[in-house]
């Protein structure tokens, strides 16, 4: 009989956007139901949703929801593939101009306790003995993220399902806290208003009631599954972390090879692969004219495709960037968060006419177009759970350049003498996350890239010839669902 599972997410590419978040939920499903896994997602019925799912139809309004009483259950598809998405029609909860999370303005909605409560409650729900959905229901339910962590919870205290549930940590630092009153608001029983439950500083944590009621933990990659235990990145749920330490798996995400593959990349203008390189230097041309940038073949083109903000690490390259420029190189960014960031790196570009190009936005085109046409790809982030630009750049033969954390670490192998000796190395790995590590980084690169063609050649090989594909990670997660079950 076929593992049935329920993988519950507040966002899912192609539907809808905010990060990798939705990366893994798009493309994860797919590849366990190619491992035989009978897998459903469930997700919010936001309008982008509504408007792009196929052979959407009702199939059971489900009642005795907090706060909203009731919502409509829909299933349909993704267009060209065979995953199957349950939506939650609630217009009153998700039928909204803005994002996800957020207003037009950014300001996170005032509701989201229940929105994401609600999306919570009907995961276990579906997974209870009372689901009014009698042809399917899961042995596991899967969570991503504090918009999900409820759900282990209503699970266990008041849906007494049989299921079992895991819980997927891709960002520590956000963690759905919220004033007490939300517990009785969300129908949650008192009791698991304590350090033993779902209480965290006086407040109800998303997360925690997550990590505390999931039968199983996992992250993003090995490495954060260890550092998460630790003060500085577990954002004060270390404890409860390490007491479950052995518990946590950590699984390195994969990236989606039909999305990302520079061999049949329907945004580049040419298309190349590992064999074949001359198409990467006819997308660097095109990029250089498409951003305004000087054209010139031998120019390191420096990229950046990333959410500006603390986390990031872009702070670490603005001391030295007109430094980099200086020295010959051109960069492109595209991007957007902090206003001061932004403002920094487009004064940066403003100076430096036909040198230097910002983009403040979103715009996935042209994010495949950077990460392929560019020389090498900068992401120092300051802590990373996976990160996938760094595995898109080692995809597209673009050298990433990174911390040693979380995911980055597990996923880039230093240029060194001994790496390069086994053919491991496929980008430069930081030694310090700070100003001066981040440059030093670069100019290790750019001495290679400028002087040793035959070793950059070597290097960009390795990191193209790897099996970034879920398949590997997908086994995994199959490991652990089994486990759990059996």
Known sequence: MAMKVLFVSSEV???????????????LPTALQQLGVDIRILMPGYPSVLQQLKNLQAITPIHHLPHIGHAELLIGNIENTDTQVYVIQAPQLYERDGGPYSDVRGDAWQDNPIRFGVLSKIAAILASPNSPVKNWQPHIVHCNDWQTGLAPAYMKLTEHSMAKSVISLHNMAFQGCYPPHWVTTLGLPSAGFSIEGFEYHGQLSFLKAGIFYADAISTVSPRYAKEIQTAAFGFGLEGILSKRGDEIKGILNGIEPEEWNPKNDIHLPANYHAGDMSGKA??????????????DADAPLLGVVSRLTYQKGLDMLL?????????????ALLGGGEKDLEHAFADIAAKNPGKASVTIGYNEPLSHRIMAGCDMFIMPSRFEPCGLNQMYGL?????????????LADSVTDTNTAHLENKTA???????ASADGLIACVLRALEIFRNQPTTWAQI?????????SWKH?????????QALVH
């Open 473 to 481: 990670s997908a086994k995994e997660y199959l490991v652990m669902y």
């Open 395 to 407: 995809a597209y033969g673009t050298p990433p350049i990174v911390n040693a954390t979380g995911g």
């Open 460 to 468: 960009v090989h390795n990191g193209m010839s790897q099996d970034l």
């Open 282 to 295: 006819l997308v660097k041309q095109s990029l250089q004219s498409q951003l305004g940038l000087t054209i």
């Open 319 to 331: 001391p030295n960037l007109q430094k980099l420029l200086d020295l010959g190189c051109q960069f």
């Open 426 to 432: 496929n980008g430069f790995v930081m030694v310090e």
């Open 13 to 27: 590419f192609p539907l809808i956007k905010t990060g990798g978040l939705a990366d893994v939920s798009g493309s």
